[in-house]
């Protein structure tokens, strides 16, 4: 649960329930982050056949697992949805079986098999570990007020912080709790904010009026971190960690009239040397939220009012991504592990989500001509809704005008927040300059198109015609051939008496390397002979076709 807009400066109790009576206004907006662009649309929900609704609530938190299929959203003073289709279709889940409460805080695990979700009076901690069908409630600490949550890589370490300052720990879930916050515990540390690192060693802690405290050893010991050199207590409601927990993002409130006196830090060492987050322009500092990736490099950080900011580049350059709504007050945050998804809570707003379809991050792109062929290699770090890959190539750099031909399509893995490896090989190429471009096609049929790159082809030295590959064959064979100057061509197939059966080629072709296929499906097994002119050479070879 992260702070909505409440006047600091008055009695601290007073605050708080103001604080609550405020949350019970917040809504709820969906996006998803990927390099291209950012722009909004909002998110219809089926109400029943033709009757399409804005999808709204008292959204107060939210998660997103790993890879942005399964997400989860709470209302306070209402109810949990899931979906697991990438927040295509929400379906409200019961940890209790009841279907209001007041929804703090969730988290779940990198696949999103374990999830947790905490609620405030009547406090309670549910966890699922199958995507949200069953779950179990827990209350380690005989509380009514829990406020933040978190969960390791692979589910088997949660941890959960309760209004009053306790933090506690589960690693068999949620069957036996230890308490990991007895080192630094004072009356005054509730509201926390928590993350932790993938492996659950590391954890930061931040207290609203409080400190901020990181530990190394699951919660064994702590240590107090001081950004900035900061010795006084602050409201911090924006802590993030990356998967190694050596990248840690903690801001907090303003607490003046002006709201200009919070501040938001990074460190990129795990703790041992911050440095303050500073965007050009903005003058405001209600910090909020933070959120990153996996890795650390994106990281999407609220400021109450102003809206989103993100970085790629592990916090060294910002750029707002307030584009599609203007309603500023967000209030709830999470972005996906991969980096390609996102959702965020809106003071008084609806659901939306960006208008993107191509979320491919392409990574390297070569191209290398061994033994008379191009070997076209690329790498893609994430895909969403990958269709696949065109191959396009054009042999003239000479002249842009000429038409970029289709020479093979490669399938996409669809989605993945792993790195994906991809070759195309092509033998059609003639001597000099060829540029290709990768044409990426999404599963809408959306596409976009990659960088150009060229390579050199020599012409061949001599006339060559190649041994067919595979041989013998059934029904379909490979012939290559190479001419070292512009030539006609002609390419014929022969049964064993001499009969021709096909004609494979018979055009002018310019000086370089080829190959052609032969499909045999309408002929019977025997021995073949395929034979080659081109100007004044001749050729003739042996060929089994076995069915």
């Known amino acids: 649960m992260l702070k909505s807009h409440s006047d600091y400066k008055s009695n601290k109790n007073k605050n708080y329930y103001f604080y609550l009576l405020l949350i019970s206004l917040l809504s709820l907006t969906v996006v998803q ?122 589910g088997t370490i949660i941890i959960a912080a309760t209004g009053t300052g306790y933090l506690f720990r589960t690693t068999d879930y949620g069957a036996n709790w230890t308490d990991i916050s007895a080192s630094y515990y004072a009356s005054n540390h509730y509201r926390q904010k928590v993350a932790m690192s993938a492996d659950g060693s590391k954890i930061i802690a931040g207290i609203y009026t409080g400190r901020l405290y990181l530990s190394s050893n699951s919660g064994s010991n702590w240590t107090e971190v001081r950004p900035g050199g900061l010795d006084t207590d602050h409201n911090w409601y924006a802590v993030s960690m990356s998967a190694d927990g050596n990248v840690i993002v903690a801001g907090y409130a303003a607490t003046d009239v002006g709201w200009t006196n919070g501040k938001i830090y990074i460190s990129r060492n795990a703790g041992a040397a911050w440095s303050e987050i500073i965007i050009p322009g903005l003058f405001t500092y209600y910090w909020n939220g933070a959120n990153m990736s996996s890795n650390g490099a994106a990281i999407l950080i609220v400021n109450y009012g102003k809206g989103l900011y993100l970085s790629t580049d592990s916090g060294y350059n910002w750029v707002a991504k307030n584009s599609g709504y203007s309603n500023y007050n967000i209030t709830t945050a999470a972005m996906s592990g991969d980096a390609t998804q996102a959702i965020f809570g809106i003071y008084g707003a609806s659901l939306y989500k960006n208008t993107s379809s191509l979320p491919v991050e392409l990574t390297s792109f070569t191209a290398n001509i061994p033994d008379n062929k191009v070997m076209l290699r690329w790498t893609t770090a994430t895909e969403v809704n990958n269709y696949g890959f065109e191959v396009e190539r054009n042999p003239s750099p000479a002249n842009p005008a000429q038409q970029w031909e289709t020479v093979g399509f490669v399938p996409g893995h669809g989605n993945s927040n792993s790195p994906k490896s991809y070759e195309f090989i092509d033998t059609q190429i003639t001597a000099g300059i060829l540029r290709y471009r990768l044409k990426q096609i999404d599963n809408d049929g959306s596409f976009d198109y990659s960088d150009e790159i060229e390579v050199r082809a020599t012409a061949p030295e001599t006339f060559r015609l190649e041994q067919n590959y595979p041989n013998p064959f059934n029904p379909t064979t490979q012939i290559s051939f190479s001419i070292p100057s512009d030539s006609q061509v002609e390419i014929k197939i022969f049964n064993s008496l001499g009969l021709e059966v096909a004609t494979l080629v018979n055009e002018i072709k310019e000086a370089g390397h080829y190959s052609v296929n032969f499909n045999a499906v309408g002929l019977s097994s025997g021995i073949y002979f395929y034979q080659i002119r081109a100007g004044n050479f001749k050729r003739v070879r042996k060929m089994m076709l076995v069915k």
């Not at 291209?36 to 929900?45: C, F, R, S, V």
Request: charged share 10%; hydrophobic share 30%; with cysteine.
């Open 33 to 154: 982050i990927n390099a291209q662009t950012y722009d909004w649309i909002q998110l219809i929900q089926s109400a029943g056949p033709g009757i399409p609704e804005v999808f709204a609530g008292n959204w107060n938190t939210s998660s997103i697992n790993s890879t942005g299929q399964y997400w989860l959203a709470g209302q306070y003073g209402g109810r949990l949805y899931l979906t697991t289709d990438y927040a295509s279709i929400w379906l409200e889940t019961k940890p209790d079986g009841n279907t209001n409460k007041n929804w703090v805080a969730t988290a779940m695990s990198a696949d999103g098999s374990v999830i947790s979700a905490l609620s405030y009076k009547p406090g309670n901690c549910y966890i699922s570990t199958d995507y949200g069908a069953t779950w179990n409630g827990y209350n380690p600490a005989y509380d009514d007020s829990y406020y933040s949550t978190a969960v390791s890589s692979d």
